[in-house]
């Protein structure tokens, strides 16, 4: 059992940034795969990042490439959202979510989900 809470969302002006964290603790956590996923209002949930468990391999969504960066830091059962250059279009609420195997771009293939955070981008 894997239990996820992030942290960092919050109010931010179009061009700014902000750092989410996922904090993850069960005797495992380190070893499971973290995504983030986030849905607007309205909206679908969708892919945002992905990172297997070692940190050797990523994954983006294509309207994420080169402005976010995932990142973790096993020590400290942490993953990370560094989110860069944001525009009004990223207001959303942001999920971490994990799963043992790989990491994967398709929410239903998570195991594990925190309860969100609430990213809002104003211009």
């Known amino acids: 059992q894997v239990q996820l809470v992030e942290s960092g969302g919050g109010s931010v002006q179009a061009g700014g940034s902000l750092r989410l964290s996922c904090a993850a603790s069960g005797r495992t956590a380190s070893r499971y795969a973290m995504g983030w996923f986030r849905q607007a209002p309205g909206k679908e949930r969708e892919f945002v990042a992905a990172?297997?468990?070692?940190?050797?391999?990523?994954n983006y969504a294509d309207f994420v490439k080169g402005r976010f960066t995932i990142s973790r830091d096993n020590a400290k059962n942490t993953a990370y959202l560094q989110m860069n250059s944001l525009i009004p279009e990223d207001t959303a609420v942001y999920y971490c979510a994990a799963r043992m195997l790989g990491s994967s771009r398709y929410e239903n293939e998570y195991d594990y989900w925190g309860q969100g955070t609430q990213v809002t981008v104003s211009s």
């Open positions: 990172i297997n468990w070692t940190g050797g391999s990523t």
